[in-house]
Nanobody, 131 residues
Framework: QVQLIESGGGLVQDGGSLRLSCAAS????????MGWFRQAPGKEREFVGA????????????YYADSVKGRFTISRDNAKNTVYLQMNSLKPEDTAVYYC????????????????????WGQGTQVTVSS
């Protein structure tokens, strides 16, 4: 069973950048689609972005929520069993706990944008953007 550990959260000023990491252990990382979700206080968990599982033909297809498109970038390094979320031009409304999640052989935006499709979750990392 894959286990996930996020890191890289912190406090940053409006317009700043952070890179979150999600390290996986205990399974074949490349067969898992990896998603990023966030939950702000008093709000429901929302989709941020995802990258599909990667095969020898494709390193994975990326999907993003409209609210982060052009500012956030997801990447994966299967050799390091790690997925990253590079966050640029951060805004106070990006403040939330960020979670990574894994979905075995997951693909397609409609599936990967639904948190119910993921059965493995990390513990979350806090991102706070000050104005």
């Amino acid at each position: 069973q894959v286990q996930l550990i996020e890191s890289g959260g912190g406090l940053v000023q409006d317009g700043g950048s952070l890179r979150l990491s999600c390290a996986a252990s205990g399974g074949t990382f490349s067969i898992y689609a990896m998603g990023w979700f966030r939950q702000a206080p008093g709000k429901e968990r929302e989709f941020v972005g995802a990258i599909s599982w990667s095969s020898e033909w494709s390193g994975g297809i990326r999907y993003y929520a409209d609210s982060v498109k052009g500012r956030f970038t997801i990447s994966r390094d299967n050799a390091k069993n790690t997925v990253y979320l590079q966050m640029n031009s951060l805004k106070p409304e990006d403040t939330a706990v960020y979670y990574c999640a894994a979905d075995r052989y997951g693909s397609g935006r409609s599936r990967l944008a639904r948190d119910g499709e993921y059965d493995i979750w990390g513990q979350g990392t806090q991102v706070t953007v000050s104005s």
